[in-house]
């Protein structure tokens, strides 16, 4: 499957901080970038869709002032978590998309907001 | 949008049982089913997937049906192991490559 390289794995901060975590797709070019938010016990939720070089769409209820999402590259995509709070607290996975490809996932960050 | 229910929530089998893990989805549109296993703490890997031109594949103790119909589909693993214990996730999306809807999950645990 897909190599798909996310850090950092594991954060811990204070509430007010911003915190930016890196997707790379290491050996294909994701023209698409899904960012999923899976909070303990319960699946994972689509956050946002992102295309390389064009602004994110984000899913109802997700504050895009909040969760900034970055896809400057077809390898690289960045979602920063701004001013972060501890209901933001949650498991963070991106995953790259290929056109008619199964898609595979980062080993995912888990933040905790203090 | 897509909404997709996952039954059962939690199953409990004896080790060499089989598992059955039961999805239903609602837009029509839809035509690609992955299916993930998570262990705790860990990313989702996929273990099988299937499209909408095929009603069943199989590999090796995993297998998957789809009825397009009825807008189902189901995992089945056979001959369980305690490695199998961990959360399976079906998901539902317009095509491999497209955003996922994910069921809420199906937390298996295999007892030796």
Known sequence: ????????????????????????SLDFQATTMFWY???PKQSLMLMATSNEGSKATYEQGVEKDKFLINHASLTLSTLTVTSAHPEDSSFYICSPGQANQPQHFGDGTRLSIL | GENVEQHPSTLSVQEGDSAVIK?????SASN??????QELGKRPQLIIDIRSNVGEKKDQRIAVTLNKTAKHFSLHITETQPEDSAVYFCAASLGAGNMLTFGGGTRLMVKP
Do not use: L, M, N
Request: with cysteine; charged share 20%.
């Open chain 1, 37 to 39: 938010r899976q909070f």
């Open chain 2, 23 to 27: 999805c239903t989805y609602s837009d």
């Open chain 2, 32 to 37: 690609y089913f992955p299916w993930y296993k």
């Open chain 1, 1 to 24: 499957g897909a190599v798909v390289s996310q850090h950092p794995s594991w954060v811990i901060c204070k509430s007010g901080t911003s915190v930016k975590i890196e997707c790379r």
